[in-house]
């Protein structure tokens, strides 16, 4: 199993940028990716943006399409969430998650079993 841990959370103001990291265990599955989420409380965790370890494969979640960015520093086992244009609405405790879900589940926190302890981004307007 990939063990995943989060760094890189704060508080920023709306417009702002962060970039959080997800330091991830080597992997052997090839299937494996590495996703973000992000919940609020009383709410659902929500899939962020996912991207398949090894290669190019990314997603991203409608609400952030232009705004974040995923990458990976294989030599580092290291994914990165590029956060930009940030606003209030992405105020949330972010989580890193690491599994192998099927193509229709790779935002979804049901195909993922490895998770962090989260970091909290705040965006204050």
């Known amino acids: 199993q990939v063990q995943v841990m989060e760094s890189g959370g704060g508080s920023v103001q709306a417009g702002g940028s962060l970039r959080l990291a997800c330091a991830h265990s080597p992997y052997t599955e090839r299937r494996t990716y590495v996703a973000w989420f992000r919940q609020v409380p009383g709410r659902q965790r929500e899939g962020v943006a996912t991207?398949?370890?090894?290669?190019?494969?990314?997603k991203y979640a409608d609400f952030v399409k232009g705004r974040f960015t995923i990458s990976q520093d294989n030599a580092k086992n290291t994914v990165y969430l590029q956060m930009n244009s940030l606003t209030s609405e992405d105020t949330a405790k972010y989580y890193c998650a690491a599994g192998t879900p099927t193509t229709d589940w790779t935002l979804s926190p049901l195909g993922y079993n490895n998770w962090g302890q989260g970091t909290q981004v705040t965006v204050s307007s």
């Open positions: 991207i398949g370890i090894g290669g190019t494969r990314t």
